[in-house]
Antibody
Framework: EVKLEESGGGLVQPGMSVKLSCATS????????MEWVRQAPGKGLEWVAE??????????YYGKSVKGRFTISRDDSKSIVYLQVNSIRSEDTGIYYC??????WGQGVMVTVSS | DIQMTQSPSSLPASLGDRVTITCRAS??????LRWFQQKPGKSPRLMIY???NLAAGVPSRFSGSRSGSDYSLTINSLESEDMAIYYC?????????FGSGTKLEIK
C-alpha cells in the first residue's frame, strides 16, 4: 500500500524558515517524481514544486509565487521528499500536500504563518 | 503561464442528474490534463488523467473529454457521494496550474 505522510508544519513567524518532510512507503521511491501542492484556508489548490528522479537528474521546478524561497529535495535512501520554506509570508499559510505523480496524496500538513 | 479557466464555480444539481464541468486552457496543453475530486477535510483524489482516462477505482459514471482547448468532466447519474469540489490541472508546461475549482452541491 502506498503511503505518504507529511510532517514539520506548525506555527511559524513571518520571515522565518520551516522544513516540511514527506515520508513514503509502499513503492520504489527512487523511481518516481514527487510533488508538493498547497491549499490556503478555504481556497483552491496551488501547485508548489516538483522534483524528478535520478534518471532525470533530480530536476526541480517551482510555482511562481514560491520560486527563490522554496526548495524541494529528496533523499532516496530514506524515501523522503522535503520542502524547505524560507522567508515565509502570511500568504504561505495553508495545508501542504505531498503527492506521487498526483495519483497518491498525503493527508497534508498545516503551516500557519503568524507573529 | 497557462491559465485554466474552470466553470462553473458552483453547480447545484439533483441526484440522478448528468453534470458537466469545463476547463479551458489558454494555450495548447495536448492531453496533459487531470481532474481531481476533493471532499471537505480530505486530500484530493485523482479521477481522470490524460484528459480522458479513468483513474483506478473511479466509478464508470465519471468521464473526461476534450474539444479543442476545452476539457470536460462529466458525471452521469449523480450520486450523493459525488458532492465535492472538482479541480482540473494542466501538466503540459511549468509552472503547472490548477483550475479554480467547481463546487458540486445538492440542489
Amino acid at each position: 500500500e502506498v503511503k505518504l505522510e507529511e510532517s514539520g508544519g506548525g506555527l511559524v513567524q513571518p520571515g522565518m524558515s520551516v522544513k516540511l518532510s514527506c515520508a513514503t512507503s509502499g513503492f520504489t521511491f527512487s523511481d518516481y517524481w514527487m510533488e508538493w501542492v498547497r491549499q490556503a484556508p478555504g481556497k483552491g489548490l496551488e501547485w508548489v514544486a516538483e522534483i524528478r528522479n535520478k534518471a532525470n537528474n533530480y530536476a526541480t521546478y517551482y510555482g511562481k509565487s514560491v520560486k527563490g524561497r522554496f526548495t524541494i529535495s529528496r533523499d532516496d535512501s530514506k524515501s523522503i521528499v522535503y520542502l524547505q520554506v524560507n522567508s515565509i509570508r502570511s500568504e504561505d499559510t495553508g495545508i501542504y500536500y505531498c503527492t506521487r505523480r498526483y495519483n497518491s496524496w498525503g493527508q497534508g500538513v498545516m503551516v500557519t504563518v503568524s507573529s | 503561464d497557462i491559465q485554466m479557466t474552470q466553470s462553473p464555480s458552483s453547480l447545484p444539481a439533483s441526484l440522478g442528474d448528468r453534470v458537466t464541468i469545463t476547463c479551458r486552457a489558454s494555450q495548447d496543453i495536448g492531453n496533459y490534463l487531470r481532474w481531481f475530486q476533493q471532499k471537505p477535510g480530505k486530500s484530493p483524489r485523482l479521477m481522470i488523467y490524460g484528459a480522458t482516462n479513468l483513474a483506478a477505482g473511479v466509478p464508470s459514471r465519471f468521464s473526461g473529454s476534450r474539444s479543442g482547448s476545452d476539457y470536460s468532466l462529466t458525471i452521469n447519474s449523480l450520486e450523493s457521494e459525488d458532492m465535492a469540489i472538482y479541480y482540473c490541472l494542466q501538466h503540459n508546461e511549468y509552472p503547472l496550474t490548477f483550475g479554480s475549482g467547481t463546487k458540486l452541491e445538492i440542489k
